[in-house]
């Protein structure tokens, strides 16, 4: 398969759309924060199946209902402002996690179980943060719109079926080797020596985003 200019066309746009911040970014953040490195990875991971879904979709003409429905594609939007929406919520009304660090020293500050040892003290789950790196993907219309619209542009007729998984493929590798180095990045500034009162007005402030976006979606048109 060759190499050609519309295959790098295409990588330059996967990497502005996968780097430029939206509701994927803001969930990172939150997880980072709430749970760590671990939990922030495992929402990129969800967020990467939900792309892998909307592809397949789209290449099996189910995104093409959401482009021609407005009915189906105002639903999902709903549904994914809603889901935002209450993300950010349990941001603002949500109590840090146990074991952040103290202000003064840098040191975790102890929990009734300390030596249970760092998994148990993280209160997001791998499978809870997988999910809300799944379901906040799947429940965002414009990720299945710009697959069936755009992803289009860049194949032409006769081109081989590999070229269309290369071109997923990469996107979701690129998407990964952006979001987990940032999930991990994020965490180690909530965990240093900035305090815990920094930490907090990061999970707040990522809680009134995640909501904003959700109410940027529920009101936005196609």
């Given amino acids: 398969m060759e190499l050609d200019a519309?295959?790098?066309a295409w990588v330059a746009l996967s990497a502005l759309i996968i780097a430029t911040p939206g509701p994927d970014t803001a969930l990172i953040i939150r997880n980072a924060l709430a749970g760590g490195p671990r939990a922030s990875t495992m929402s990129a991971l969800g967020v990467a199946v939900g792309i892998l879904a909307w592809a397949s979709a789209a290449t099996l003409g189910v995104g093409v209902l959401l482009e021609r429905s407005s009915t189906a594609f105002t639903i999902l939007k709903l549904a994914g402002a809603a889901?935002?929406?209450?993300?950010?919520?349990?941001?603002?009304?949500g109590s840090p996690?146990?074991?952040?660090l103290r202000p003064t020293t840098g040191v975790p500050a102890p929990s009734a179980r300390e030596g249970a040892g760092e998994?148990?003290?993280n209160r997001l789950g791998d499978r809870s943060a997988w999910s809300q790196g799944l379901f906040s993907n799947l429940l965002n219309p414009k990720t299945g719109a710009f697959f069936v619209t755009v992803m289009p542009q860049f194949t032409i007729a006769g081109d081989p079926?590999?070229?269309?998984?290369l071109m997923i493929a990469v996107f979701e590798v690129m998407l990964l080797a952006w979001?987990?180095?940032y999930g991990h990045v994020v965490s180690r500034l909530g965990r240093s020596g900035l305090?815990?009162?920094v930490r907090r007005f990061m999970t707040r402030l990522t809680g009134v985003v995640l909501i904003g976006l959700g109410a940027r979606l529920a009101f936005?048109?196609?």
């Fill in 83 to 93: 889901y935002l929406c209450y993300l950010g919520a349990r941001s603002l009304l």
């Fill in 195 to 197: 305090g815990a009162r």
């Fill in 161 to 165: 079926a590999i070229r269309l998984v």
């Fill in 179 to 181: 979001l987990i180095p």
């Fill in 6 to 8: 519309r295959l790098f």
């Fill in 119 to 121: 998994g148990r003290s």
């Fill in 220 to 222: 936005e048109r196609r």
């Fill in 97 to 100: 996690p146990r074991g952040e």
